[in-house]
Each structure stands twice: as C-alpha cells, then as structure tokens.
C-alpha cells in the first residue's frame, strides 16, 4: 500500500463519494431488517421464558464482542481484558441505579462514560504493545479489576462510595427501566440499544477513524509515515469499544438485577476472544454470530443436558478450526460455505476459490 | 505489502493470537481441574458397613413402579469447577427413583428435574423460568447454589413457590418460602465458634473467603464471642489463595497461644491454610483450630494426618455418618447404592442433604389430596411440621414464618486417624446469635433433640 492510499485511507485525501448501493447491499440491508423486525416483534410471543432471558443475554453479549471485535480485527489490538471493561460498567450502571432516580438511558450513556474514562486510562499502558505482549498486559488488568471488585463488591443497596451492606439479608434488585419491567419487554429494550451501538460503531467504520484504523492494522509504520495520528486513533478505537461495553454493562446490570464479583472471572475474557475470534473479528456480524456463541449455545447445551464444562474444549476446538481453515471467522466462512453448497445443488461449475481474509 | 503478504501477515497475527488464546483456555482448563480436586465436596465420607436397609422402605408399595400422572420437580445447583453443590440433586434424584419404583407418590411418579448453574444470575433466572414455565415443575426441591436464593427468591414468591432445598446465602435463611435442610456458612460458623468458647480460649481469629455476604456470616460469631466477653478478629481472603503460609501465619499470631483460628472455607482451600500451619509449626502454637462444615470430609481428615487429632474441629450440620447404624443411614446408603450412579461425591454431607430434602419432600407430597398443583403441593411443603429425619439433630418444620432456621442444632467432628469421627453430640446454637433468637422467637419452640433414625 502506498502513502497515498493510507491517506485516502484514512480519510485525509480528497472526499469520496459513497458508492450507489448495489444489489447484494439492498439484499444485505433487507435481510438485516427483517431479521431484526421478527427479534423484536415476532420472537417473543413464541420464546420460552428460558429463551427469552438467554436472548436478552444475546443482545447485550453482541455489544460487548462489538466493541472487542473492533479493537482485534480493526485495529489489530488483542485485548484480554473486555470482561473487566464490562465489570466497570456494569458496577457503575448498578451504582448509579441504586443511588439515583435517572431515567434508565442516561444511565446507560453515563456508566458508558465512565467505562469509557477508565477503560482508555488503564489500557494506556499498554498502547506500546501488540500481539501476545498486549493480551498479556490486559490480562493481568482483567486480574487487577477483578481482585479490586472482589474486594469492594458489586452494589446491592447499602450506602458510601461503594454501595454494598455485607450484612443485608435481604437484597434489593437493581432497577429497571419503567417500561421495560418484564423479562419480554426487557429484551425488546435490549435489542434497541444493541441496534444504537451497532449503529455507532457502523458510523465509526465508514468515516474517517474506521479507515484510519484500517491504515494502522495493515501497517502501522506505513500510517505514522502517512501522517497519521496512530496513538489518538488507536486511543480512540479504545475508548469506543470501552463505551459501547460500559452501555452492555449497565444493561447487563438491568438484566440480572443482582450482580457479584463470581460473576465475571477471569476465563471469562480468554472465552470471550476466543468466541469473536470463531464468530469473526472482521465483520459486524461476526459480532452477532460471537455473542450467539458466547450466551446462546451454553443456553442450548444446558437445555439438551450437555455439561457446561465442555464448553471450553468446544471454544478451544473452534479457535483451532478458525485457525486452521476460516481466519476471518464463521461470518465468512458461513456464507462461502453455503455458496459452494448451493453451487453444488444447482450443479454449477465451482469458480476459482475467492480470497478469504479480512473484510 | 501486496495483498497475499497482507492476507499471510494477517494471518499470522490471528494465528498468534489464536495460540495465546488456547494456550491461555488450556490453562485455564488446567487450573479448573486444580481447583476441582476434591471438588470443594464434603464428599468423601464412605462407612464401612453394607447397607442393612432395602430401598423399598422408600415407597409406600415396594415393588410396584408408580404409574400415575408424574408430579414434576426441580431443583437447581451450582456445579462448576471448583465448587460442585450437584450432589444435592442427583442425590434428590436417586431417591424420588426410589420412590418411583416402590408405587410412588399415592401412586404417582415423581419427575424431577436437577438443573445445574454456573454462578451465573442470568442463567439462574433463566433456568427457574424453564422449571416452571417449560417443565412445569409444581414444587423447587434440592437447589443448593451460592447465589440462587438471592436471585430467584422474588420469583418464587410472585409464583408461589415454597423451595425446599440446601442453602448457602444469606436469603435461603431470612425469608418466607425458601427452607434449608443445612444450616449454611453462617450458623455452621456460630457451631464451630461456639465449640472454640466452650473450650475457654482467650481470643478468636475468624477467617473466610471473600464471597458476597462475609459481613452477613460473621455477624453470628462475633454475636457469640462478645456474649462471652472474647474478643475476635475477623478476616477475609481472595480465593484461590495465592499465600497460604502469610494467612496462617496472620491466623495464628492474631489467635495468640490460648486462641482459636476458625475457618470457613471449601475444603481445598482449607486444606491450604491448615497444611501450611502443619509445615510452618503452628498447629500447637493456638488451642484451638476449628471450622465449619464443609471441612467435614474425610478426606481433610486423612490429608492432614494424626497431627490434628483432637486438636482441629469441625461443625457438622448432619448426622455424622461414621458408626451411625440407624435405619435412615441405611436407606441414606442402599439408595446410593443402587439409584446413585450420578452422584459423583458418593457418601457425604452434600448427598445427605439431598436425601433429607426428598426425604422430607416425599413427605409432604404424600399428604396432598387430590391434584399435584403449585398451590397444593407448596402448601403440603408449608405444612410439614415436626418431620423427623434421622438426618438432623431435631424436627423439621417449614411453618408459616418470616424466616426459617429449622436445623439450628448441631454436631462436632474432629480428625482421628484419616476418619471424622463424633466428638460432641446434638448441641443448640446459642440463642446470643440475633437471628437464630430471631427464629426461635418466631417458631416459638426451644431447641429439643430428637432421637434419630425414624425416617419416613
């Protein structure tokens, strides 16, 4: 790539106008609403109280493997410390809603906020870093997060800085929006915000800092020569994916109504990257296909009565395959896949294999 | 960098991160296993003798396989590495088989459903919802879990539920409709505390592991040792521990050489503390060392060695199960014997406390008339009333109170010679604890022993 192209990259070249949306995109955008019309108004009715709970999970979890599949196939940032960028956020929203009448949304931008604040300032550090040496760093930080919340606990009504009673026999749950009470109406409001984040963070990668985040990960070298502010946009990569978790943390508190510490272990940061790593880190809805991954398939294993101990041979497995056969992930090889298949049904001549990788 | 140099660099940084990836789930797969070791069971407390009891003591019709509608049931456990509560289920499961093949419940089946859970409140809540809107489950019996009481109790009071099950947090004790066959981390602690006053020691150093409601928990020891004028010191730790030399160091020194350490932790990470005691020395250097009853398992007894005879005691919450000849420890054992292939930890305090929650469920059920519904069946749950079970110190009774501590009575175990054996029999837990004068305020009875072995 040459420098010009890291600048046209990155944005800081002449303005581009968006190409005219062509057939497979109007397919892709009706598929997407479709999808997302029967998630709200269709699954509910006919969802199982069981599903509709794993399905709010779904949601929330599909922000999360957002925001780190956009530090890890945007960036190139491998992070291991998602999970204690969720725990701060979800410590905050129950925080705040214990503490404060806010409505429900502002809560959820502030403890975004917040997370956003903490989670830029603790990985600073570790902006030096790539590869192995930064999964590492924010590995020990999961650790420290997780040691500090087990020490002053998840807020459960009591009062100070920290908001937990020790002594509370009886433990308030945390709020929920007024309408959004019940498990179906939660999952409804759940979807939304999921949507809101999307959309953010779909902003984010077609403008400026989605290509100059391009630039960084296909050489960072070649964007600093470039121009390029690679340390803001790579902070900026860090806040957003920081924010966008904060956001599923408060829901996730409004979710569970009752948070611990035991709830957010350490495995769960490795578990985590390696889901977005299957669902594809690359893509969007390798995000979706990620938190299905993450909350659904546990959900379904329980259900048919397979332990859920397995789940980390399944993970370790898939991380295998992903690296054996399909780097981009389940969101590009599902697609390929079905491609050939249907090639094969209709008896068509295969074409040469089209390049797999990184969209 | 042309495109199939980007394409191979790309890959190779995933593949990079794919290794750490599954290096670090091996490893964290590893350090499950670890944790697992004996499982933070009280598992292992196998007895000698063969069972004397046939399972068709269990059912009403020995023999006859129940063929009625089935009653459903379910329950919910926390079984993950490190810490496995399944026992309580399965346990719950091979007895209602029982049942189910000696003519059942006024002949019909019982299904029971063990569900487990990962410390997970959305996955419990989910699972509850399941029980009770999928399976139609009519009552909640055998749930043992560190959090479920806390997370599901609103939900099982909006639908009625009187959950009979083992409990763990704070809420299984303080609250109208769910009911403990054990007496949990906090009244287990006030036992061994307890123990350590009445052997006049001159000061208590009490540690547990950081888990939600450590303030909750050490409310009742440090009720009892300022009743008696002895002060105590308490003390938390992150688990896994990572020194376990300091924290018995730290103990031992806080206790001083007419003190008591009393602990209250799963069995491995006990087992850490006291072997970092026996390898620094400091066994002899305090009085006393106490703990609560997860650190009933034989298998503590026999890692510790004769060292600790008579010098380390233990809460039990249940009968001990060494020497006991009664006929429940008999029909305890043949339904293990025969039923309890899934029950992993075999003979032990968590399989105990399955047995006594369908023991005592079975009960009740028995005296429903007419149909198996919610309404029906937890009203047979709310009325159990003075049920001995050879299991516990004294009678049972769900009853119609604000809170619930039935089994408020205990025994105390010390090491002899890789066993547990019985050192002091059925003792009430003093009154000075505020929530057990709380309960027996409400249940108006004082503690009275009961003679066991009548069972169902």
């Given at each position: ?264 272990p350490i495995q769960n940061s490795i578990e985590l990257l390696a889901v977005v790593l ?61 491609r050939r298949l249907w090639r094969r049904v209709t008896r068509k001549p295969a074409r ?8 | ?7 191979r660099s790309s890959r190779a940084g995933v593949a990079g991160a794919a290794v750490a ?436």
């Amino acid at each position: 790539m040459t420098v010009t192209d890291h600048r046209r990259a990155a944005g800081t070249g002449a303005p581009r106008r968006l190409p005219p949306l062509g057939r497979p995109a109007i397919t892709r955008i009706s598929v997407i609403t479709v999808l997302l019309l029967l998630a709200l108004f269709a699954l509910p009715p006919v969802m199982s109280l069981y599903y509709t709970d794993t399905m709010t999970q779904v949601a929330i979890y599909a922000i999360v493997t957002l925001g780190l599949g956009v530090l890890v196939g945007r960036v190139g940032l491998f992070s291991l410390g998602q999970v204690a960028v969720l725990t701060i956020g979800a410590w905050t929203g129950a925080r705040l809603l214990f503490a404060t009448g806010q409505p429900f949304p502002v809560v959820l931008i502030e403890a975004g906020l917040v997370t956003m604040v903490i989670g830029t300032l603790i990985t600073l550090p570790a902006l030096r870093l790539r590869g192995l040496y930064l999964a590492l760093i924010t590995l020990m930080l999961a650790g420290a997060v997780t040691v500090i919340e087990a020490t002053i606990n998840f807020p459960n009504g009591g009062g100070g800085f920290s908001g937990y009673d020790g002594s509370l026999t009886h433990i308030p749950q945390i709020r929920r929006p007024s309408i959004a009470v019940s498990d179906a109406a939660y999952y409804r409001y759940a979807v939304i915000v999921a949507i809101i984040m999307f959309g953010l963070v779909y902003l984010h990668l077609k403008t400026r800092p989605g290509r100059a985040w391009a630039a960084i990960k296909q050489s960072e070298p070649a964007a600093l020569a470039a121009g390029l502010n690679t340390t803001f946009y790579k902070l900026w990569a860090l806040a957003l994916a920081s924010f966008v978790t904060g956001v599923a943390g408060a829901l996730l508190a409004g979710a569970d109504q009752e948070l611990f510490s035991i709830d957010f272990p350490i495995q769960n940061s490795i578990e985590l990257l390696a889901v977005v790593l299957m669902g594809g880190a690359y893509s969007i809805t390798g995000a979706v296909i990620a938190a299905f991954l993450f909350q659904f398939l546990p959900a379904l294993l329980q259900n048919w009565g397979v332990p859920n101990d397995w789940l980390i041979i399944i993970f370790g497995l898939g991380v295998l395959q992903v690296l054996t056969t399909a780097p981009a992930g389940i969101a590009d090889q599902m697609p390929r896949d079905i491609r050939r298949l249907w090639r094969r049904v209709t008896r068509k001549p295969a074409r040469p294999a089209a390049e797999g990788g990184a969209k | 960098m042309n495109r199939r140099e980007q394409r191979r660099s790309s890959r190779a940084g995933v593949a990079g991160a794919a290794v750490a990836v599954l290096v670090a789930v091996s490893a964290a797969a590893g350090c499950s296993s670890l944790n697992s070791g004996s499982g933070g069971k009280a598992a292992s407390a196998p007895t000698a003798s063969t069972p004397t009891v046939s399972t068709s003591k269990c059912g009403t019709k020995p023999g006859v396989k129940a063929t009625g509608s089935p009653i459903v049931l379910g329950g919910i456990t926390t079984k993950e590495p490190g810490t496995d509560f399944s026992d309580i289920g399965t346990t719950a499961a091979a007895y209602f088989d029982c049942v189910n093949d000696n003519g059942g419940i006024n002949g019909h089946p019982v299904k029971y459903y063990p569900e487990t859970e990962q410390t997970n409140p959305s996955q419990i809540a989910s699972l509850a919802h399941q029980l009770v809107s999928t399976d139609h489950a009519v009552g909640i019996v055998g749930s043992s879990s560190i959090i479920e009481c806390s997370v599901d109790n609103s939900y099982w009071k909006k639908e009625g539920f009187y959950v009979l099950g083992a409990g763990i947090d704070p809420e299984c004790w303080s609250t109208p409709n769910t009911i403990s066959v054990n007496m949990g981390p906090r009244y287990s602690s006030d036992g061994a505390v307890a123990h350590a006053l009445n052997s006049h020691v001159s000061k208590i150093a009490f540690d547990q592991s950081n888990v939600p409601g450590t303030t909750y928990i050490a409310g009742g020891p440090n009720a009892l040792a300022k009743a008696k004028h002895v002060p105590i010191q308490d003390f938390t730790e992150n688990v896994p521990l990572t020194s376990a030399n300091s924290v018995a160091i730290k103990l031992a020194n806080a206790a001083g050489p007419s003190g008591a350490v009393v602990l209250n932790f799963t069995p491995p990470e006990a087992l850490l503390i006291l072997q970092a005691a026996q390898k620094l020395g400091l066994e002899d250097k305090v009085k006393e060392w106490g703990c609560s009853t997860p650190c009933n398992t034989d298998f503590l007894a026999k890692a510790l060695g004769p060292k600790w005879n008579g010098k380390f005691f233990v809460n039990a919450e249940l009968t001990p199960l060494n020497g006991d000849t009664s006929q429940t420890a008999g029909l305890y054992q043949a339904i293990l014997a025969k039923y309890g292939k899934n029950v992993t930890g075999g003979v032990g305090s968590f399989s105990q406390m399955g047995f006594t929650d369908a023991e005592i469920a079975t009960h009740a059920l028995e005296t429903v008339k007419g149909a198996y519904t919610v309404k029906s069946v937890n009203a047979a749950f709310k009325n159990i009333k003075n049920y001995v079970s050879g299991m516990q110190c004294q009678a049972f009774t769900y009853g119609n109170y604000s809170e619930h501590i039935p089994n408020n009575m205990d025994y105390t175990v010390t090491p002899d010679n890789g066993k547990m054996v019985l050192t002091q029999g059925c003792t009430a837990i003093p009154s000075v604890d505020p929530q057990i004068a709380a309960y027996r305020k409400l249940a108006g009875t004082a503690p009275q022993a009961s003679s066991s072995g009548s069972g169902s």
